[in-house]
């Protein structure tokens, strides 16, 4: 870290890139790497002499029991999750891969926490926590890449995907997590609010969101798509309304969270590109 003065760590395994894995491997794939690269990163900068500012990219699912996220349960009428909100791993074995990563998710940013308020570095550290982080992914330039990742929890949806079950409704641009990453690490301390030693300062990124949706976007935007079959207006997903307040995160960095029709737009938009370039 010789040299660097600011640091904005996203590396982190997720369930899409792991499917073929077994719960009986989260130990392995998901936690010791999530936890291991955080607090070592954390080591490093604090060796360095040069560094003022890092900032984790974390996730909503560390700030919530997993079975609320996973759509086990209920969310308890009139709680609210933002991002002072905590709560412990879900204890292995895991059932499922996205058990697994839920559990990745808490234990790094309660972990990198403790790190932060023993050590009390020289320097602000600052925790993200988005939602599912949809919109356009311009490093994928053909009709795989853009159906790989994150993105197709949603486009699934418009190609015509049927889902019994519900999922979590929560949801943010990637363009907004860019904006509120690169703001948590260079706007100045008092306005992140990071200039107290020893506390991590968190910022909830994401806007609760109805799957659905995303349908009738497609139905109004994309008409002749559906006609010429390359998109569908009979996929079915029920939602979860996750109570999330990302309001805060608004208020500092002065902007509103990307309507989900936006982030519809922007990766159906970009499938149908690169379809019909195909």
């Given at each position: 870290?010789?040299?660097i003065t600011?640091?904005?760590?996203?590396?982190s395994?997720?369930?899409s890139a792991?499917?073929?894995?077994?719960p009986a491997?989260?130990?392995?794939?998901?936690?010791?790497?999530?936890?291991?690269?955080?607090l070592s990163?954390?080591?490093?900068?604090?060796?360095?002499?040069t560094?003022?500012?890092?900032v984790l990219?974390?996730?909503?699912?560390?700030?919530?029991?997993?079975?609320y996220?996973?759509?086990?349960?209920p969310?308890?009428?009139?709680?609210?999750?933002d991002?002072?909100s905590?709560?412990q791993p879900?204890?292995a074995?895991?059932?499922?891969l996205q058990?697994?990563?839920?559990a990745?998710?808490?234990?790094?940013?309660?972990e990198?926490?403790?790190?932060?308020?023993?050590k009390?570095?020289d320097w602000?550290?600052v925790?993200?926590?988005?939602?599912?982080?949809?919109g356009?992914?311009?490093?994928?330039m053909?009709?795989a890449?853009?159906k790989s990742g994150t993105?197709?929890?949603m486009l699934?949806l418009?190609?015509?995907?049927r889902?019994?079950g519900?999922?979590?409704?929560?949801?943010?641009?990637?363009?907004?997590v860019a904006?509120?990453c690169v703001?948590a690490?260079f706007?100045d301390?008092k306005?992140?609010?990071?200039?107290?030693?020893?506390?991590?300062?968190g910022?909830?990124a994401?806007?609760?969101?109805e799957?659905m949706?995303?349908v009738?976007v497609?139905k109004?935007?994309f008409?002749?798509?559906?006609e010429?079959?390359?998109?569908s207006?009979?996929?079915v997903?029920?939602?979860?309304?996750m109570p999330?307040d990302?309001?805060?995160?608004?208020?500092?960095?002065?902007?509103?969270?990307l309507?989900w029709?936006?982030?519809?737009?922007s990766?159906v938009?970009?499938?149908v590109?690169?379809?019909k370039?195909?």
């Open positions: 870290m010789k040299g600011h640091v904005i760590h996203i590396a395994p997720i369930p792991h499917l073929s894995a077994s491997e989260a130990e392995e794939i998901f936690i010791a790497p999530a936890v291991n690269g955080t990163l954390l080591e490093s900068c604090n060796a360095s002499s560094i003022q500012r890092v990219l974390s996730s909503v699912v560390a700030t919530m029991p997993a079975k996220w996973a759509c086990m349960a969310v308890p009428e009139g709680t609210v999750f991002a002072n905590r709560t879900p204890p074995p895991y059932i499922s058990q697994a990563y839920c990745s998710k808490v234990r790094a940013l309660n990198a926490e403790r790190w932060v308020s023993e009390k570095p602000g550290v925790a993200v926590m988005p939602g599912w982080v949809i356009r992914d311009w490093s994928k053909d009709v890449g853009v993105n197709m929890q699934s418009c190609l015509g995907a889902s019994e519900k999922k979590a409704g929560c949801a943010v641009h990637v363009d907004d904006r509120v703001g690490a706007e301390e306005t992140v609010g990071c200039e107290e030693r020893g506390v991590l300062r910022f909830m994401g806007r609760r969101i799957w949706g995303a009738e497609v109004k935007e008409g002749r798509e559906v010429q079959g390359l998109l207006t009979e996929g997903q029920e939602t979860m309304v999330v990302g309001s805060e995160t608004e208020r500092v960095f002065g902007f509103e969270f309507p029709e936006e982030m519809v737009r990766v938009g970009h499938y590109e690169v379809s370039e195909a």
